[in-house]
């Protein structure tokens, strides 16, 4: 006897993926069942309260409070659900090898529950042949049942960008592919229950592969500037008013700005999981590895930018200034310190002597790659040199070049006035 189906998807992982999905899901109507394993994280949201910025808990109270969203840490509850799908972490190994231990790990539990009918979607970001080569057996083995047959499988890579309001989860195109086409058929049928474009592919390969090219396009583009960035510094030439003269071209041309690196948990990390993949076919990456290697350089890069400011504009050393780094987040606007580059920049000038502090409205403390720092009061005038690592809107950076004895910009976001005043120093 079927359970009576009391969920139109389950969602695994309630992270910056899985929430906004689920709610997406609910506010289509679906009823959803958030799976995680995180018991106080499961609590709050069945409390209606959100721990991801992108959905706040305004939005997700109404829909937990209608029953369209129920938060499990129970697998068990799944075969209620007519789809699941798969929003979990794939992080580096310490060797920077893809690690799939998370999805592994719930694909197992989804199999010892998994029943005839249900639709498996896996969304995290992975190496192409993930979904035939590891969930496939995984779920075969575990439950007895056949894909493609029993049950359904399908891959569909999410496109979530933190902090973006113009592109959301409903309204941003979802490819999609699953491992035969009734596969795709019926995945693409639960995910149009709520998201308003969804682009069939004609495999799961296809569909992991087309995220990474995604991920792989920004990452090498990003280190051309970077690039550009250093060559510019050695030549004497602003790289801002190249990359914002360039971008005046209305067509074949996309804007990307130089940084302190790369940071977030997806374009410093997912390129290595194709170059990984492709050394199994004897085929090695060169614009992956290259782009890794130029974006890595970037904080040392900066450091030495700090160096030269506090030379030429102060007579002074590194060793005993005293140094506020300015937005550690790794992009504007949002909370996250995953693989922000200000981490590194910090440790950098911390081994060089320096006075470290930080200050960002966004982070009031941080425990990364051994710092554990917290945010400071904003004072710039107290500092011998303001470091914009990243450049928050609700910072007023005109009056910062006003204040500060001497800045350094690594984002522009001291614009016209941070060129015309001797005491920025800019990327
Ligand atoms: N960065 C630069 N220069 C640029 C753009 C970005 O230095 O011109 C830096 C940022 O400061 C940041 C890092 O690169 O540290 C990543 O920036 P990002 O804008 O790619 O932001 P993510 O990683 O949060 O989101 C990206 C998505 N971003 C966009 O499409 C704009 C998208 O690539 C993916 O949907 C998402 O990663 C993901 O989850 O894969």
Redesign the pocket.
Known sequence: MLPAVSYDVGIIGAGYVGLPLSTTFAEAGCRVLVVDVVQPVVDALNRGESHIEDVESERLRPLVEQGLIRATTDYGELPEADAILIALPTPLSRQREPDLSIVESATRAIAKVLRAGQTVVLES?TWPGTTREVLKPILEQGSGLEAGKDFHLAMSP?????G?EDWTTKTTPKVLGGISPESTRRAAEVYRRAIDTVVEVSTPEAAELT?LL??IF?SVN?AL?NELAQLCDRMSIDVWEVVNAAATKPFGYM?????PG??????PI?PFYLSWKAREFGFYTEFIELAGKVNETMPYFCRSLVSQALNHHSQRAMKGASILVLGVA??PDIADMRE??AVKLISLLDNAGADVSYHDPHVASFNEHGLQMMSVEYEPSAYDCVVIA?DHHSIDYGRLVDDAKLVVDLRNATGAKGTASDNVFKL
């Not at 999410?158 to 933190?162: A, F, K, N, S």
């Not at 804007?255 to 940084?259: E, I, Q």
């Not at 790369?262 to 374009?267: D, E, F, M, R, V």
């Open positions: 970001t999410e496109r979530v960008d933190p973006r995220k995604e991920n920004r990003i500037v804007r990307f700005s130089p940084g790369l940071g977030g948990h997806c374009i997912d790794y992009k922000s580059p990243t």
